[in-house]
């Protein structure tokens, strides 16, 4: 199985970006499909990004699409979602998970990170 850690949340103006990144450790990430996915209060968890296991491509959820980007480094066990032009709507804790195929829905996610917040505040 693997562990991963996210890092990098914070608070940040409207307009602001964001980098979060996920280690990942035990099982190397490149084995797995990376998902970015967000909670806010009251609300489901929704999908972000994923990145499959090749990391050449990048699919987002239309409501980032242009604004956030995935990317792994598998040499380093790592994935990130760069967050760019930060809306008030993107208030959440985002989560990174790995499963074997890319999708839309968390079921389909084996493993999971505990969080991080990120506050988009003026």
């Known amino acids: 199985q693997v562990q991963l850690r996210e890092s990098g949340g914070g608070l940040v103006q409207p307009g602001g970006s964001l980098r979060l990144s996920c280690a990942a450790s035990?099982?190397?990430?490149?084995?797995?499909?990376m998902g970015w996915f967000r909670q806010a209060p009251g609300k489901e968890r929704e999908f972000v990004a994923a990145?499959?296991?090749?990391?050449?491509?990048?699919y987002t959820a239309d409501s980032v699409k242009g604004r956030f980007t995935g990317s792994r480094d598998n040499a380093k066990n790592t994935v990130y979602l760069q967050m760019n032009s930060l809306k008030l709507e993107d208030t959440a804790v985002y989560y990174c998970a790995a499963g074997q195929l890319v999708h839309e829905t968390p079921r389909s996610y084996d493993y999971w990170g505990q969080g991080t917040k990120v506050t988009v505040s003026s």
């Open positions: 990145i499959p296991k090749g990391g050449t491509s990048t």
């Open positions: 035990g099982r190397a990430s490149s084995m797995y499909t």
